[in-house]
């Protein structure tokens, strides 16, 4: 399974940015998805996931309200709408899939993870 991440880019404080990752190699459908970030220094940080069929979805609470993730298994992709951004938001995003279709914050349970997508905002 391969996962390509793209959408990241540079915005001021309060701008909007759109995250995308494509999945090909793989069914789609079975796995369990989430998006993490990891600022410099920082350890890994799970930012949302969303279940299988897309029924369920989850987020950190520093996101709630300002991101909405979401996917199109008919496409074999998830993305990530970030709005009201925040320079404290500013990191690379990462994509990952769960085969066991399990969604949590613990990146262990991800077997696959794209390669991430820079996000800066700046104050």
């Known amino acids: 399974v391969q996962l390509q991440a793209s959408g990241g880019g540079l915005v001021q404080a309060g701008g909007s940015l759109s995250l995308s990752c494509a999945a090909s190699g793989g069914t789609f459908s079975n796995y369990g998805m989430g998006w993490f970030r990891q600022a410099p220094g920082k350890e890994r940080e799970f930012v949302a996931g969303t279940s299988k069929s897309g029924s369920r979805t989850y987020y950190t609470d520093s996101v709630k309200g300002r991101f909405t993730i979401s996917r199109d298994n008919a496409k074999n992709t998830v993305s990530l709408e970030m709005n009201m951004l925040k320079p404290e938001d500013t990191a690379v995003y990462l994509c990952?899939?769960?085969?066991?279709?399990?969604?949590?914050?613990?990146?262990?349970?991800?077997?696959?993870w794209g390669q991430g997508t820079q996000v800066t905002v700046s104050s």
């Open positions: 990952a899939a769960s085969t066991s279709g399990v969604v949590s914050a613990s990146t262990t349970v991800y077997t696959y």
